[in-house]
């Protein structure tokens, strides 16, 4: 089945859906500006250089926080970092707009780069895990709204900026406090897999995550690129001079050609090529755009006609570089997501002061003449590290399209056994020895799970006599109060929320693997995993015995 097939086949819960709606509305901020540039500029007299830094601290300030998104996301929830991202979005927006100069709106443009960092590297791994399907798709959905929040920026900065350029960033406050709303009713709290024993993303993950040649490489051409990109995006606005709402539409049918491409074109490509090769063709089609640009600067239908051209580009060039790096990282998705998009922001910060520090030193040419030149070294990175950054996820699929994959779904019991914090170690033991189990999930009225015992913890609490567990539990029941100390029998009645593991829990998903169930178990010594569904709660288990006759199934099978 094709990228396009998968997405337009299968529903998507209402959560994607309202957190696709919210990653719209987050990335209307990079190109809202842009209309009204030109009247930033004139009322509050600063030069093109300065109003470009708009850009360059959003972008340079949004690449460094992204550094730390895997760091606060894993400490307090994915839902609550998004929503501390759109809060901020809207906090300093509407902010900006009572701004009296340049400079604090560029210093509130870029406290504004903050929330954005927050949802921009969260979002892709929310849409990922609410989506509950293989990380292209959930890619072709971000792009997607990446592309929407790009087109419909420019429009309504445009609209709102006939009447003041004030009015474009009040309307985003608004727009945020909405979209906050939408977030805390629909999206439930959402958690990425715990991943070789690491409960916690480390400030020092994303650092180590770019000593990886896919990464490096991929994050890197992304940086060249993206001297073109806001080469185009920032100085564009400033070199033609017109109405905001002019400008607006120019960028709404840029953004809409971008949406579009992103979401049909884009998927076909890889699909058919892959997501290295493409870029080839479709980097080398905007670098001769720039130098068209760049060449022919002072003719205005020319110019214009480039800009939304190079929509169509952008469109099919974004997720293809996000595929790309999805697929080669061997580490999660939010920290490949915090390095690689640390690595291309860096070049959206210095490319737009470039831009306008260019134009007022040489001549408006320029910019786009550079601009064409850093893509062409995006290029040849790509050419010379062509073998270090292919999707090889993508190929062992195409290899073995026949093979069935075993997963958690096929093998665990969905009958449960579990009980609430408040019961017992005297009323567990009785419940282990009647089911001949050994540990069981603990959780709340929600049927969240709230942590794990077994057995053994409670051999270690009671500290027991020699012997089989059985025995153990067997002689606590039969014997208590006739033989056991005064210490013993006050621990019998203890609850478990006193000797549960609460951290470092490892759960599973329908959806995962024989194969990462078996990892898990063997790296880890554990006799049973929850499988948990999106909002947390415990909807099977799998214990070793579980994988054993699965195991040997498949064995007698061959």
């Known amino acids: 089945m094709s990228l396009n097939d998968s997405v337009k086949n299968e529903s998507l819960p209402v959560a994607v859906w309202m957190l696709f709606i919210a990653t719209i509305t987050a990335m209307m901020g990079l190109g809202l500006v842009g209309p009204v540039l030109p009247t930033i500029s004139k009322q509050l007299a600063a030069s093109p250089s300065q109003v470009t830094l708009l ?45 009296n100069n340049i400079w604090t709106i560029v210093g509130l443009r870029g406290l504004w780069g903050i929330g954005n960092s927050l949802f921009f590297a969260t979002g892709l791994t929310a849409l990922i895990l609410l989506a509950g399907s ?40 608004v727009i945020m406090a909405v979209v906050f709303a939408l977030l805390l009713i629909y999206v439930p709290n959402v958690k990425e897999e715990v991943v070789k024993g690491k409960e916690n993303t480390s400030l020092l993950d994303p650092f180590r995550a770019m000593k990886h040649r896919s990464i490096a490489v991929l994050g890197t051409s992304n940086f060249l690129y993206n001297f073109g990109f806001f080469a185009l995006v920032a100085y564009a606005p400033l070199a033609l001079g017109l109405s905001p709402l002019t400008m607006g539409g120019i960028f709404l049918v840029w953004g809409v050609l971008l ?49 939304i051209f190079s929509g169509a580009l952008f469109g099919s060039i974004n997720p293809l570089f996000s595929n790309a790096v999805m697929d080669a990282s061997p580490v999660e998705s939010s920290t490949t997501s915090a390095a690689f ?25 320029v910019p786009f003449l550079v601009g064409g030149c850093f893509v062409l070294g995006s290029i040849i990175l790509i050419v010379l590290n062509r073998h270090h950054i292919q999707p090889v996820k993508s190929k062992i699929v195409e290899e073995k399209p026949k093979e069935t994959i075993l997963k958690v779904k096929d093998f665990m019991i969905s009958d449960v056994i579990s009980i609430k914090p408040n019961v017992t170690v005297r009323e567990l033991l009785k419940l282990l020895t009647k089911h001949h189990i ?12 709230i942590g794990m015992i077994s057995d053994g913890d409670i051999m270690r609490y009671l500290a027991p006599k020699e012997g089989s567990v059985h025995d ?69 288990i799998i214990s070793r015995g579980d994988v054993n006759n699965n195991l040997m199934k498949i064995l007698s099978q061959k």
């Open 259 to 307: 949406a579009l491409t992103s979401y049909f074109i884009g998927p076909k490509l890889i699909d058919r090529y892959g997501s290295t090769k493409p870029l080839y063709l479709i980097l080398t089609l905007f670098m001769i755009v720039l130098l068209v640009m760049g060449i022919w600067t002072n003719m205005t239908w020319l110019m214009i006609a480039c800009i």
């Open 341 to 365: 998009n640390f690595l291309r922001l860096a070049g959206g910060a210095i490319a737009p002061f470039m831009a306008g520090l260019l134009a007022e030193l040489f001549s408006p040419h």
């Open 438 to 449: 050994g540990g069981v999930p603990v959780v709340n009225n929600q049927n969240k799970l």
């Open 472 to 540: 153990f539990i067997y002689g606590v029941l039969m014997e208590e109060g006739e033989t056991e100390q005064e210490v013993l029998k006050e621990k019998i009645n203890t609850t478990v929320d006193k000797l549960m593991h609460k951290k470092r829990i490892y759960t599973l998903k329908k959806e995962d693997t024989l194969e990462k169930t078996i990892q898990i178990l063997s790296q880890h010594h554990f006799k049973k995993l929850p499988v948990l569904d999106l909002e947390g709660k415990v909807t099977g």
């Open 55 to 99: 850009y360059t601290s959003y972008n340079a300030v949004m690449a460094v926080a992204m550094l730390f998104t895997g760091f606060i996301s894993t400490r307090l929830s994915i839902k609550k970092t998004l929503m501390l991202g759109i809060g901020i979005i809207g906090i300093f927006a509407f902010l900006a707009g009572f701004a």
């Open 134 to 173: 293989a990380k292209a798709r959930s890619i072709i959905l971000f792009e997607a709204a990446f592309g929407i929040g790009i087109s419909v920026g420019p429009l309504i900065g445009g609209l709102l900026g006939q009447f003041s350029w004030r009015f474009s960033f009040f309307g985003v406050g």
